[in-house]
């Protein structure tokens, strides 16, 4: 699991509530149930109001991935698909009927059944890269609600804060009620900023980050898969792929490769 997620968020949080400590102030002060339910509430309705139903009730889950996801080293995935490539050089391409059964990336499982079945190339090609356009475009709709939360608080916000002035100016002669009221106002506000750019905001982009490193790593599987069905050496197959990767992760790559020879 990557928890570069779980630890951002906590972590910004926790700073924002040690600061209001160290200023003096207490975090209870900053923690008010009205400002935060309007904020939080109308946020996410507002961002469901601007999309579909399907979009808000997959909330949960676009949150489960986001802050629990595991990020797998494409290198371990071209190790795969290269021992694949030898096998089906050395046994024939339905010698790998049975090895599919043993893949876990379903991807990859997909698109050996497809090669095994006898699919054309160019279709083959035409399939996969129509189920990534696919899933690209799932995954925009699933980080759009969380960007559209972080534009909409900030404003919400403000409208809490306006509300509760409102509220001040109509008790101007309780003067002593004055002071926690302007600042249980502006509380509102804070909660606002606050959510979207150290929650929603980052949410989205997580999201969208991980959206494009599945996509980079279905991009690779299908020219892994195109490279099976040809019957390409496995060494060129390997450079090839390799040559996807980021320049660290195909350094490592090529140290593993180099490594296991040796060995």
Excluded: C
């Amino acid at each position: 699991m990557d928890i570069s997620t779980i630890v951002g968020v906590v972590a910004s949080l926790a700073i924002v509530f040690t600061v209001q400590i160290l200023e003096g102030g207490s975090p209870a002060s900053i923690i008010l149930i009205p400002s935060m339910l309007l904020v939080f509430g109308g946020a996410f309705m507002a961002g469901m109001a601007g999309g579909v139903l399907k979009d808000a009730t997959g909330i949960g889950k676009q949150l489960q991935k986001a802050f629990l996801a595991k990020v797998t080293p494409p290198t371990q995935l071209v190790d795969n698909v290269v021992k694949l490539a030898e096998r089906a050089r050395r046994e024939g391409l339905l010698a790998l009927e049975d090895a599919v059964k043993t893949v876990e990336h379903p991807f990859l499982k997909r698109g050996l059944q497809l090669a095994i079945d006898g699919t054309d190339p160019e279709e083959l090609h035409d399939i996969l890269h129509a189920e990534i356009a696919a899933k690209k475009k799932a995954d925009k709709a699933g980080s759009k609600l969380f960007e559209n939360m972080g534009g909409y608080a900030p404003t919400i916000g403000i409208i809490g804060t306006v509300m509760g002035l409102v509220h001040v100016l109509e008790n101007l002669n309780k003067p002593e009620t004055l002071g926690h009221s302007i600042s249980a106002a502006f509380v509102a506000t804070l909660w606002g900023v606050l959510s979207a750019n150290l929650i929603w905001l980052p949410i989205a982009a997580r999201l969208t980050r991980l959206s494009a490193v599945e996509a980079e790593e279905m991009e690779l599987v299908v020219d892994g898969v195109l490279a099976i069905q040809a019957g390409s050496n496995p060494r060129l197959v390997a450079q090839k792929l390799r040559s996807l990767l980021p320049p660290d992760e195909a350094k490592k790559a090529e140290a593993a490769a180099n490594t296991k020879k040796a060995a």
